[in-house]
Nanobody
Framework: QVQLVESGGGLVQAGGSLRLSCAASGRALSNYATGWFRQNPGKEREFVAV????????YYADSVKGRFTISRDNAKNTLYLQMNSLKLEATAVYYC????????????????WGQGTQVTVSS
């Protein structure tokens, strides 16, 4: 199985940028479709973006489309999320996830999860 570790979260002002990374170990990341989700306390985990195994196909939540970019480097076994023009509502814990089956927008499609990294956007 694969282990996932996120990094790159932090505090940023509204309008700023952050790049999250998700390092995989144990198995090659190329075996998995991968995605990013986010969650705030008391709320359900929310889909952000997904990328296919080879990186050729991506899909985004409407709330981040045009501002966030998901990418992957299978040679480095790493998934990325570039977040630009951050808004206050982007504040959340961000999780990367890997799926052995479909690349989808619902969390129950994913088999493996990282521990999360906190992103806080301030005004």
């Amino acid at each position: 199985q694969v282990q996932l570790v996120e990094s790159g979260g932090g505090l940023v002002q509204a309008g700023g940028s952050l790049r999250l990374s998700c390092a995989a170990s144990g198995r090659a990341l190329s075996n998995y479709a991968t995605g990013w989700f986010r969650q705030n306390p008391g709320k359900e985990r929310e889909f952000v973006a997904v990328i296919s195994r080879g990186g050729g196909r991506t899909y985004y939540a409407d709330s981040v489309k045009g501002r966030f970019t998901i990418s992957r480097d299978n040679a480095k076994n790493t998934l990325y999320l570039q977040m630009n023009s951050l808004k206050l509502e982007a504040t959340a814990v961000y999780y990367c996830a890997a799926s052995t089956t479909l690349a989808g927008t619902t969390s129950n499609l994913y088999d493996y999860w990282g521990q999360g990294t906190q992103v806080t956007v301030s005004s």
